[in-house]
Every structure is written in structure tokens, then in C-alpha cells.
């Protein structure tokens, strides 16, 4: 990897694309780069992990419940299964309707992507169908230098898409 990287190329193929993966190498720093290169261009990223996701379509798109964790304290509530839940917005709603009026969209990076599952790589594979302005980038494992190819390029082998 050149000592300064623009970009450009990576830029290019996620607007194209819509989706990729990433593979990064262990030190990190290379990941900060190309999110500031996406910000320079018009792009607003949002960062989360993969790990405690949950149901995607339902944590990122849709009102999702939330129980706050118990903490070993007892329920006030009558019955068994009666506690506080609490009602979030859709993640990636919100943060649409956030955006300032010249971005170009929202880049959702989500990082340790090696735990999802390969429907939950097809769910996000097709997000950028189902909202224009949402491009979506996956770290799926690490690498001597930093790479990417198409989302729906890094199943595991023994997936087959029907």
C-alpha cells in the first residue's frame, strides 16, 4: 500500500457495488484511513461491531425492544416474564434523518464481521438495495495489507445461495 492513499479506487467500487468486505491487517490504522477518505467525500460513516447484533433487519431498520440487563435484581413487575422494555428507533432510520443536506449517504462500517452468519451477509448484502443511500463495509478477517472485494465475494465455502 502506497505510503499516501487517496482512495479513490475503494471509494469507486462501494458506490458500484454497494457492499463490500474488508480484510485488514492486525495493527489497524489502515481502516481509519479510508473512513476519513469517505467523510472527505460526502459520506457520514457509522461504526459499530458485529458482536450482541441481534436480528439485523430488526436492530437496523426497524423499532427494536431492549431489556436492560438484570443485574441479579429481581423483577417488580407481576409474573415471570414482566420487566422493562424499552422501545429504540431503527438505527440506520435515525441516522438518515440526521444526514446533512449534501452528503451523499451513510456508510455503515462494522467491524469484527467474522461472526456473522452467511444470511446475515445476504441481509446486508442487499441493504443497499433496499436503502439507496446506505452503503455497507464488513471487516471479515485480517490481511498483510488492506483489501476488499464485494460483500457477497466472502461467504464461507460451504454456503450455497439459492
Given at each position: 500500500?502506497?505510503?499516501?492513499?487517496?482512495g479513490?479506487a475503494?471509494?469507486?467500487e462501494?458506490?458500484?457495488v454497494?457492499s463490500?468486505?474488508v480484510?485488514?491487517?492486525?495493527e489497524?490504522?489502515?481502516?481509519g484511513?479510508?473512513?476519513?477518505r469517505l467523510?472527505?467525500?460526502?459520506?457520514?460513516?457509522?461504526?459499530i461491531t458485529a458482536?450482541?447484533?441481534g436480528d439485523?433487519?430488526?436492530?437496523?431498520?426497524?423499532?427494536?425492544?431492549?431489556r436492560?440487563?438484570?443485574?441479579g435484581?429481581?423483577?417488580?413487575?407481576s409474573g415471570?416474564?414482566?420487566?422493562?422494555?424499552?422501545?429504540l428507533p431503527?438505527l440506520?432510520g435515525?441516522h438518515?434523518e440526521?444526514?446533512?443536506?449534501k452528503s451523499?449517504?451513510?456508510v455503515?462500517?462494522i467491524?469484527e464481521?467474522?461472526?456473522?452468519s452467511n444470511?446475515e451477509?445476504?441481509?446486508?448484502t442487499?441493504?443497499?438495495?433496499?436503502e439507496?443511500?446506505v452503503?455497507?463495509?464488513?471487516?471479515r478477517?485480517?490481511?498483510r495489507?488492506?483489501r476488499?472485494?464485494?460483500?457477497k465475494?466472502?461467504y464461507?465455502?460451504?454456503?450455497q445461495?439459492?
Open positions: 500500500m502506497a505510503l499516501l492513499t487517496t479513490n475503494f471509494i469507486r462501494l458506490e458500484k454497494g463490500l468486505g480484510y485488514v491487517p492486525p489497524g490504522g489502515y481502516e484511513r479510508y473512513r476519513r467523510r472527505a467525500t460526502g459520506y457520514e460513516t457509522l461504526h458482536k450482541g447484533l439485523l433487519a430488526a436492530y437496523l431498520t426497524g423499532v427494536h425492544g431492549v436492560p440487563p438484570h443485574l435484581k429481581k423483577s417488580t413487575g415471570a416474564a414482566v420487566g422493562n422494555v424499552y422501545y431503527p440506520i435515525s438518515l440526521q444526514l446533512p443536506p451523499k449517504g451513510l455503515l462500517w467491524i464481521g467474522h461472526i456473522l444470511q451477509i445476504d441481509y446486508l442487499a441493504l443497499p438495495q433496499l439507496p443511500k452503503k455497507v463495509v464488513i471487516e478477517g485480517g490481511d495489507a488492506f476488499w472485494t464485494p460483500l465475494n466472502t464461507s465455502g460451504s454456503y445461495a439459492v
